[in-house]
């Protein structure tokens, strides 16, 4: 094959430059462009495609039948609530997430099941070898007849065995370890990403087979490889957590067949990753009530309601400029709550170390958590325990005034559930659900004193 020209193609966009810049011309991203060889007949061949589509005419909008689109559970409930029912055939879904965070393994447990139900499964390995995948597979207690293994990387090998075998449900993992000689590029280049993406894209609409592709992540926790890969599936599954803990949270960034609120939750066993539909058992097992620091705030992740304890610490500093550690929780928003709480409740944080914890291994994101965590770093100052009892939930300003967040009745609902009995909210808040009571304060220093804590009783912490 002749060498074709030298050209950088960004790996955020796809487009192209005949030189390297800093800056990539068409979508202004910084650092993106990596060195390609055009090859003339990649220029000239286009996306391989694998099998016809059938010609649609156009119809009115209100004669199309939303109950053509059909979902095939997989049987693991946690990845069914995120699908909103199952897989789609003829859909393409992306799942991210970092090395070793489950993806293969909570794939290949979706595979099996399928294929123990009698649906005709394939599952391509493009990093593993044929003997490893089996080993897992032994590891997990199923080898079902019908669940078919290819360890290839090559994409014409890949279609090949889709047309000898017939699958139901392609899995291809990964999506950047496979490769077209055609393109003339090395495997996991831009160029290769989109045209066998978009190959398997179009031999999975042709054959009316669901196809799961597993894509690489980037050190931010992005899928790596270009935009367009985004936009070529119709689902984006984001598979995170923390490899120090057993807690997996699946979510869906883009779903063309459904919501992308649902939160998926999974802990990782010994025997491959297993459900947790109730979430609450999982995160306050390990809670010990009345002990100073502690706080528990009813969060909400999409539509799934999850109470999660917060933890802070607050200790003398041998530094001249003393530690804030957020893990869990945004540093800036510590940073202010440590203002707000100097400044509206004279509880002077400034020369000593803050440790703040979102216990679990989750992250929280929203300003719901506001309340608990100043409650909680207020607690560990004076060493005084909160009630086991209470919840706490609600915005904090800078003013010092609390602030309602959305979907409360959820919140304490959930709280209710798992035996809380009393609930901090800001003043506005006035509906409580059965078997919870409600603490409404204006202020942070109304919130503290309704808990049994002193603003008059801090000290200057210097």
């Given amino acids: ?47 391989p495609a694998f099998g016809g589509v059938r010609a649609e005419r156009a119809l009115p909008l209100h004669e199309i039948d939303a ?3 059909t979902y095939r559970p997989t049987g693991i409930g946690e990845l069914d609530r995120v699908l909103g029912g199952g897989l789609v055939p003829g859909s393409v879904t992306l799942v991210g997430g970092e090395p070793g965070i489950g993806k293969s393994t909570l794939l290949l447990q979706a595979a099996a099941a399928l294929a123990t139900a009698g649906v005709r499964c394939l599952v391509v390995s493009a990093e593993e070898s044929a ?11 199923t080898l079902p007849p019908k669940l078919w293994l290819l360890a290839e990387t090559e994409l014409a090998a890949v279609a090949g065995a889709v047309e000898e075998v017939g699958p139901e449900l392609l899995i291809v993992d990964s999506i950047q370890t496979v490769h077209d000689p055609e393109f003339g590029s090395p495997a996991g280049s831009v160029t290769q990403v989109r045209g066998c993406a978009a190959a398997l894209s179009g031999l ?6 669901a196809c799961v592709l597993v894509g690489h992540v980037t050190k931010d926790g992005d899928l790596a490889g270009p935009r367009v890969l985004e936009h070529l599936v119709d689902t984006v599954l984001s598979f995170e957590g923390d490899r120090h803990h057993s807690l997996r949270l699946l979510r869906a960034r883009k779903h063309r067949f459904g919501p992308t609120t649902e939160l998926g939750l999974f802990e990782m066993a010994e025997a491959g990753l297993a459900d947790v539909p109730d979430a609450g058992a999982l995160f306050l097992a390990d809670r010990r009530p009345g002990v100073p620091g502690s706080a528990v705030v009813p969060t909400l992740d999409g539509h799934r309601p999850l109470l999660i304890e917060l933890q802070g610490l607050v200790s003398e500093s041998a530094a001249n400029f003393p530690r804030r550690s957020a893990q869990g929780l945004d540093a800036g928003r510590l940073a202010m709550l440590i203002a707000v709480l100097h400044r509206r409740a004279d509880i002077n944080l400034s020369q000593l170390d ?3 914890l979102a216990a679990g291994g989750v992250r929280i994101d929203e300003p719901a958590a506001d309340v608990a965590t100043a409650l909680a770093l207020a607690s560990s100052h004076l060493d005084t325990p909160l009630p086991a009892d209470v919840v706490a939930c609600g915005e904090l300003g800078l003013g010092g005034e609390l602030r309602s967040v959305g979907q409360m009745e959820r919140r304490l609902t959930e709280a209710a559930r798992l035996g809380f009995s009393r609930a901090l909210v800001p003043e506005s808040w006035t509906s409580a659900p059965a078997g919870i009571a409600l603490l409404r304060a204006a202020t942070l220093a109304d919130a503290l004193a309704l808990v049994g804590i002193s603003a008059g009783d801090a000290t200057s912490g210097e």
């Fill in 1 to 47: 094959m002749p060498r074709g020209r030298t050209i950088y193609r960004c790996a955020e966009c796809g487009g192209t430059s005949p030189r390297w810049v800093g800056r990539c011309p068409t979508c202004s991203a910084w650092s993106s462009l990596a060195e390609e060889v055009d090859a003339p007949s990649s220029r000239m061949r286009p996306v």
């Fill in 67 to 69: 109950a053509a689109v």
């Fill in 131 to 141: 003997q490893q995948v089996r080993l897992r597979a032994e590891r997990l207690g």
């Fill in 204 to 209: 999975a609409k042709g054959r009316g087979m």
């Fill in 354 to 356: 803050v440790y703040a």
